[in-house]
């Protein structure tokens, strides 16, 4: 006790410290943050290897900065996962461990989120598309945030749902344009927050759903993917052979894997994982060039991060909700001026819970002493 006890001490005597620390510093000298939100990519991306899913953009960018290839989330599941890292407490501490959990109800008192943290620290602090799951976005924590992404989704121009895939695992090409998707109106919105003159620092996150399913993007993206050119995943008969009984519920191989067997469509549903894959890319590209030409390339961190990894017949097993690297594993990348250097790549093993701290760290904010507890 006497060291647990000590242990809490001086962690707010840190907190002290850096808060002290923090208010000698004027925000003009702060540097902005970017912060990237992907939802359901997990590690078929290029530079960690895939050598089938096409992603020139998140290749670049992880070129530009350090690349993680052993980063694991909180939870693999998208509103545990995503409150862990914007609260900076694993679910354990939080209480928040489904989907339905309605984490604002839920964590401990004192809380403060990752961008509450950056606004009451003299950032101008806005965001569109999915940062939080849901409908659980705590819009008053923020300055300005972007709703037309879910707006465009509503109104019916964007008929997610075209394709009827195999069973709950949903896709189906689209014939449309890029300009359709509610992603594109999210990063539509993100760039004219790079053109403004900002007279503070900026917090801006852009949450992009896709690849979520349904995997329903433009057509050319599909045709990216010719369906006789697919790999599907290496499978293992005697995979769950091992495992106990447990673990063989979680996997569900009489569920969804054992569909789209009896659909012999297990090649489509690839083919539009990775098509949608490539479509996200495409809108990190288009944001990460517009990134480029505006004020702020010099003095802005770049985090990018997706909630979790995803399962396509590994295990026997599709979806998320599993705690095998599948599900777990999934895309990091940070460049920061003047601290990361072109080319980087970090093999250590990483999750998710360090982004808050570290973001507070390299914009010279302290860290909420809760953090120290979690």
Known sequence: MKHLFLRGLSALVSCAAAVS??????????????????????????YLGNKQVKTPHLDRLAARGVAFTRSFCASP????????????????????????????????????????????????????????????NPVGDWDDYNTEGRNRKRSGKF????GAGVG?????????????????????????????????????????VKPHMSWSVPRKYFDMYPLETIQLPKV?????????????????PDGDHANILKSGRWKDAVQAYLATITFCDAMVGRLIEGFDKSAYKDNTIICLWSDHGWHLGEKKHWRKFALWEEATRAPYIWVVPGLTKPGGVCHRTVDYMQIY??????????????????
């Open 236 to 252: 293992l008969e005697n995979d769950l052979d091992d495992i106990p009984p447990a673990g063989i519920a979680m996997a569900r």
């Open 21 to 46: 620390a923090a208010e000698e510093k004027t925000s003009l000298h702060k540097p902005n943050v970017l912060f990237i939100a992907i939802d359901d990519l997990r590690d078929w991306v290029g």
């Open 159 to 162: 008929k997610e749902d075209v």
């Open 77 to 136: 599941c998208c509103n545990p996962s995503r409150t862990a890292l914007m609260t900076g407490l694993r679910p354990g501490t939080s209480g928040v461990y489904d989907n339905n959990d309605d984490w604002r109800k839920i964590v401990p008192e004192g809380t403060v989120t990752l961008q509450q943290h950056f606004r009451n620290n003299g950032y101008y602090v806005a965001g569109a598309g999915k940062i939080y799951h849901g409908g659980m």
């Open 168 to 208: 709950g695992i949903r896709f189906g090409a689209l014939d449309c344009d890029d300009e359709d998707m509610p992603d594109y109106a999210t990063v539509s919105y993100c760039l004219e927050q790079l053109k403004k003159k900002h007279d503070k620092p900026f917090f801006l996150a852009c949450g992009i």
């Open 357 to 374: 701290p570290t973001l507070c760290d390299v914009a010279g904010l302290p860290i909420p002493c809760l953090l120290y507890t979690s």
